[in-house]
């Protein structure tokens, strides 16, 4: 949630710092604004997205080589052009942008109150801002050390860059629960992200700041970063492989379709170089690091949210169907706060695509003080979660930009399918020729999605186009098919703004069946076999009370296709891998009915891709 960036150095911040708010869109996108450094300190901001903001500026001087900029996601005041960053301090002398919640802000902002401060926002920014200010003509200190010495009184999470007018060669930023990169440029020249995103196109070196650190980048090309406690460390340069082509739209309207289209081979990606059927292994390095104690866990918990959360559930299916283990999903935001049971000899999985998700972090950090295992199945390479764990495999999906998320889940699942064959064979849970069998599906995964995404483009736009204007819908399915129903229903309400529900197939008799009429249309995921004669008669349920039904099925399936309304037929495959299929159209049936009724797709209202706020 928003997002930052920063530049100092020789070329002109504001192309930059612009292109840098755009790629971070994805992250908040109710108000935008920048700050540059000239003879004086400029400041515009603007209610809205990064388009309004440029629009707004037109022809307005935004000359300078120093520059901070951020895109909100609102937490404390409305969205508007006043709380919107970034935020003077009262004598307008410094300027931050802030991504996190500072929790104490009040207690603060009543203390400033007393000495004469006002504010003009709502934000718990301009009190941080105010308070460094406060903190650095009360005791005469520089930047760096006045920042240091307020978050050391602050609580909460944050990502702040501040800049002094009155010392222009210079950059302070700081982290604690909310991400910030530094990016190390030609002589002289830095960069502050909240991802990589804004720098790859200049540099590919990156320092990764970890919390409760502060960097000082200067003009004269030094860095200094210290901890809060004031001990001063030695920065670790990264090279980073993210590439910029992966950044842009390739052709394709929105993100999300091209991410939808990009599963094929990021599938393959995921499973490149750690397995072979022809061979009959699989080789997670993280996995084999702790292979004993996983393998003998006496639990497997899952922590995750959203999708991610959902891929955890298919997660669970797997590991307890092939690999014969115990495990428990939970949200990350409920497991962190009532106090769960976690001992030595439970793992904990945390599933994550930006490995920066607040409560996921933050219920890995109880897990691991209590002495489980971390184990992180994280998309972001560098992140919070990622260097937080004691091992895990990151999914290699390549970022993910539309809000809604799709080529991260598949990615998930087909991590956590090979975790749980690999698992599967070391405990001697799978027979050997299921253990080759599913190997091989699996390296047909690929192709398969491929002509999948091919054959059912045109089918799911056609049932798209006839029920865009439902108001309700309902998603149902049984063993693996329901975590997808889930998922799927998941995809139309974020990003279409219908409201739909995924449920249990057999539970639809327990309440949502009251909701079913000619005006309900209800999609059915009918894709595993050994529950296939249940769901034909949940068909029939609905049927009975004239609701219409869309059925994802498998090719050849004739018996349902009688029954249903429209019918979408995916490729055959083993059971435990029908997931990652029978999500796909679901994925393009969202999209092409947010499309049709003129919904933004990749920046669905109120939503934001990273959720670094609890
Ligand atoms: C937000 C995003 C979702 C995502 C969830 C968890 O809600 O909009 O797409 O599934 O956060 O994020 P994570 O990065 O931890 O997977």
Not at 339 to 354: H, L, R, T
Not at 576 to 585: A, F, G, Q, R, W
Request: include cysteine; aromatic fraction near 6%.
């Amino acid at each position: 949630m928003c997002g930052i960036v920063a530049y100092i150095g020789k070329k002109e911040a504001y192309p930059i710092l612009i292109k840098g708010l755009q790629r971070l869109e994805y992250r908040g996108y109710d108000s935008a604004g920048v700050a540059l450094m000239n003879a004086d300190l400029n400041v515009y901001k603007k209610k809205g997205k990064v388009n309004d903001l440029i629009n707004f500026i037109g022809e307005k001087d935004t000359a300078g080589h120093v520059g901070i900029g951020h895109t909100r996601w609102a937490t404390h005041g409305k969205p508007d052009d006043i709380n919107a960053h970034p935020h003077y301090s009262g004598n307008h002398r410094l300027v931050i942008v802030h991504n996190g919640i500072i929790e104490n802000y009040d207690i603060i902002k009543k203390a400033l109150e007393r000495k004469g401060h006002t504010f003009t926002s709502q934000t718990d920014t301009e009190v941080l801002v105010h308070f460094i200010e406060e903190l650095q003509t009360h005791f005469f200190l520089s930047l760096e050390e006045a920042v240091r010495k307020a978050l050391s009184r602050v609580i909460g999470a944050y990502a702040i860059v501040v800049i002094d007018k009155n010392d222009p060669t210079k950059i302070v930023g700081a982290r604690k629960g909310s991400p910030l990169v530094v990016g190390v440029g030609e002589e002289g020249e830095f960069f502050m992200a909240s991802d990589a995103s804004p720098i790859v196109e200049y540099t590919k070196r990156v320092i990764y700041l970890n919390d409760e650190e502060i960097a000082c980048v200067s003009s004269d090309g030094s860095i200094v970063v210290k901890t809060i406690q004031n001990q001063e460390l030695t920065p670790m340069v990264h090279e980073i492989e993210l590439e910029i082509e992966m950044l842009e739209k390739g052709g394709y309207d929105h993100f999300m379709l091209k991410e939808i289209h990009e599963q094929p081979t990021r599938i393959a990606d995921c499973m490149r170089g750690r397995m072979s059927a022809e061979e009959g292994w699989i080789k997670l390095s993280g996995l084999e690091e702790h292979l004993s104690r996983i393998a003998n866990a006496e639990r497997i918990i899952m922590v995750a949210c959203g999708t991610s959360w959902h891929a955890a559930l298919v997660g669970e299916y797997l590991f307890e169907d092939l690999a014969r283990i115990p495990v428990e999903v939970e949200y990350a935001s409920e497991f962190r706060y009532r106090n769960p049971i976690i001992g030595e000899k439970d793992v904990v999985i945390a599933m994550s695509q930006s490995g920066e998700t607040a409560d996921t972090l933050a219920a890995l950090e109880m897990a691991k003080d209590r002495g489980a295992l971390i184990y992180g199945v994280v998309n972001v390479v560098g992140s919070s979660i990622s260097r937080l764990t004691d091992a895990g495999s990151y999914i290699h999906a390549g970022p993910e930009i539309g809000v809604a998320s799709t080529k991260a889940f598949t990615g998930q699942v087909t991590l956590l399918t090979m975790m749980a064959l690999a698992l599967a064979n070391t405990r001697g849970k799978i027979k050997t020729s299921y253990y080759h069998q599913l190997l091989s599906e699996m390296e047909a995964l690929p192709h398969k999605v491929e002509q999948l995404l091919q054959e059912v483009d045109q089918v799911v736009k056609y049932i798209a186009e006839e029920i865009k204007d439902a108001q309700n819908m309902l998603y149902l399915g049984r063993g693996y098919s329901f975590p997808v129903a889930l998922e799927g229903a998941l995809k139309l309400k974020e990003i279409s703004y219908i409201h739909a529900e995924g449920y249990p197939a057999a539970e639809m008799k327990h309440g949502p069946i009251a909701l079913i009429d000619e005006n309900m249309p209800v999609i059915v995921v009918c894709t595993n076999k050994s529950a296939y004669e249940k769901i034909v008669s949940n068909i029939q349920e609905v049927k009975a009370r004239k609701g219409m039904v869309i059925a994802i099925v498998t090719k050849g399936d004739t018996t349902i296709k009688e029954l249903a309304d429209y019918t979408i037929e995916i490729p055959e495959t083993v059971e435990p891998l029908t997931p990652l299929l029978s999500v796909i159209p679901l994925q393009l049936l969202s999209y092409y009915i947010a499309v049709m009724r003129g919904c933004d797709v990749d920046q669905p209202r109120n939503l934001a891709k990273s959720v670094t706020v609890e």
